[in-house]
């Protein structure tokens, strides 16, 4: 396995662009399934979830053509619609698999899905998904750890669909149902639809392909359901949680950074926290699309402490709260941190304790006083944005820093050390030997 050896204290300066969402990319790339016309993706990411999920459609007859145009490009086909069953192998390594289920369900009438498991970061419950899919005229039975659905029929029939749970709407709950919905008949309403950008993302793509959809993006979306849907081409939005690790990268080494491809317009929440924390985030330039802008990153000299809490898009992404909790270990005085999305998403504390940082947590709230300094120290990867916010804490501590498990980070950062190597930070990826070497006893 390898690990990432990093030398903290180094300013960070130059530009970087922003790859294309992973959590954006999964769900597209699985509504390929709904139609037996090539679509083609720009701007996918080279990342280990996105070669599972290749791998996955793979197995349902789905051809895979790369070209690279100025940037890669993916075109892929359904050539062979008569596999339905999503294995165990490849679901255990990425919960996301789920997103084939709607598609399935919809272009093949049926379909078995592996039961994803839980992860690092708590229960991870898609009941809410098969409610939905209940909803439109599934039959849903879970037979040898496999959900297994058929549309009675061969067709799901629209309805109204309620996607709200304990922790407010659901993601790819919402991208399931919505993808389900655009081949089923009649109209169907979601009601309390999770509105990231990811989900406007998605339904853009589907609109392309010949869907009839209203309201993506609000918590209403309307589909009204069509025979068939057809090729399309389509660019995948810039990663906004990418881009709040690199501006929490340069938060706290108090560096000046130029970030391209910024899907700023999906990132008020964000840009709120850093603008109070002391990180400004100004666009360059005009550009025509909000979502693929260029911005300059810079900081005060002393960052201040802020309270944040998780929720539901436009609401700060839990999936920053690491790396903002980061930036908050040498911000001046306590900051709170609530998470409401995964309330166990704290792995990373008792990791960010091990560098000195004085974190205090209370059920799903942490409070972090501020350190003078955090000192560099072996840590371990749990998951992939706990990862990120150890890189973070790393590239402005003291001394050296060997994060083990980096294969976390790979499943959502691409070559994440090379781009932040080319702003300045010293960071190698290297293998576990020669880490021990470097620093005896670093590795678990
Ligand atoms: C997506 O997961 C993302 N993954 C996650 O990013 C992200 O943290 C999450 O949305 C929240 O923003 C992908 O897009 C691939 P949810 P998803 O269903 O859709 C509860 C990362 O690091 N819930 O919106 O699976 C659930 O337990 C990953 O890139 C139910 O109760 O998350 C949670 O408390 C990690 N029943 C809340 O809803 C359900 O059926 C939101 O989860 C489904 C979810």
Redesign the pocket.
Known sequence: MDVFVIEGGRKLSGRVRINGS???A??LMAAALLTDQPVTFRDIPDLS?IRNMRRLLAELGVQATDADEPLPCVTLRAVDETEVHARYDIVRT???S??VLGPLLARRGSARVSMPGG?A???????????GLEALGARITLEGGDIVATAPGGRLIGDTVFMG???????????NVLSAAVLASGTTVIECA?C?P?IVDLASLLSKMGARIEGAGSPRITVRGVESLGGAEHSVLPDR?EAGTFMCAAGITNSEITLDNCPLDAMMSVTDRLDAIGVHIDPLGSSDDPLRRSCRVSCAETLKSVQIT?Q??PGF???LQAQFMALMCLANGNAVITEK???E?FLHVAELARMGANITRMGATAVVTGVKELAGAPVMAS???ASAGLVIAALAAHGTTVINRVYHID??YEHLETRLGALGASIARATEEEAAHLMPGAVA
């Open positions: 992973k959590n954006a999964l769900p979830d990425m919960r996301a789920i997103c992860c970061i708590g229960q991870r419950p898609v009941d809410l998904h098969l409610r749970g304990p922790f407010g709407s659901t993601v790819l709950g919402t991208a999770a990231e990811e949680i998780t539901p898009h992404p839990t999936d999305i995964f309330p998403r998951d992939l944005r499943r959502g």
